[in-house]
């Protein structure tokens, strides 16, 4: 922890006081190059998605995800609304939930097991996602939360997770790339080597975008990490600090 909380504070005083996921990017330069090997599989031939990764999803800017010549289609509303927000007012820098499908730049954990998939989160409070193989519809009367309610199956080697119910709260990266409780994601998790996880995600969003678009990003096995045990609140000295539109760094 010492040594993160280090790396934080250097990353701070460079990019002016930032946020508390800008102060973490210091923490990503640790990433190790990813392990070589084939995919791994359970017993029952499912691939093994298990182990602490990095990345996987935006940070600073949701459009890094794109494929080239690719735009983010947002509605004049949604686009009005993302250049008026300001950094300080980032939910993730004021220690709340990520969202779907935004990473906080820590290390993260994958769980499986016969009838759930559990996303355990380092940053920002050590909140997690709960993902039901056991379920093929969502429920009908949904209360909107931070990450929604997950069902997933298995399609050869690639976890599909589909994802509704969202609260309109989270910002999907550092620039302020807004939703609403419509938003319906579907993320494909695939293991493509024993070091690599590739997400490729679908945004649909009839309430901020013109039309669904599909963002990629890629996870990388850290087999030498742990989840270490990160309060936020306790230490959270970047808001005050933090002035001016939101922007990616």
């Known amino acids: 922890m010492a040594k993160r909380l280090v790396m934080s504070s250097t990353l701070m005083v460079g990019v002016a006081l930032m946020s508390l996921s800008a102060q973490a990017q210091g923490g990503q330069q640790r990433v190790i190059p990813a392990p070589k090997g084939p995919t791994p599989h359970l017993s029952d031939g499912k691939p093994d998605l298990s182990g602490v990764w990095r990345g996987g999803g935006p940070v600073q800017d949701l459009a890094v995800g794109l494929a080239k010549g690719e735009t983010i289609p ?19 820098a004021n220690c709340l939930p990520t969202g779907v499908p935004r990473i906080a730049p820590y290390p993260w954990r994958i769980l499986q097991t016969p009838t759930h998939v559990f996303f355990l989160f380092e940053g920002n409070i050590h909140s997690y996602r709960q993902i039901f193989l056991n379920q093929t519809k969502h429920p009908e009367d949904l209360d909107p939360t931070w990450y929604g309610h997950s069902i997933a199956h298995y399609e050869g080697d690639t976890l599909v997770i589909d994802t509704v119910g969202f609260n309109d709260r989270f910002w999907f990266d550092f620039r302020g790339h807004p939703h609403t409780t419509k938003l319906h994601t579907i993320e494909r998790w695939t293991r493509k080597d024993l070091g690599t996880l590739v997400n490729e995600v679908t945004i649909d969003d009839p309430g901020a975008y013109t039309r669904p678009f599909k963002l990629t990003f890629t996870a990388t ?10 309060i936020c609140q306790e230490n959270n000295q970047d808001v005050p600090h933090i002035q001016g539109p939101a922007r990616a760094q």
């Open 74 to 92: 947002l509605l004049p509303e949604a686009e009005k609304l993302m250049k008026s927000r300001q950094s300080k007012d980032d939910p993730e």
């Open 221 to 230: 096995l850290q087999p030498r990490d742990e989840l270490m045990e990160y």
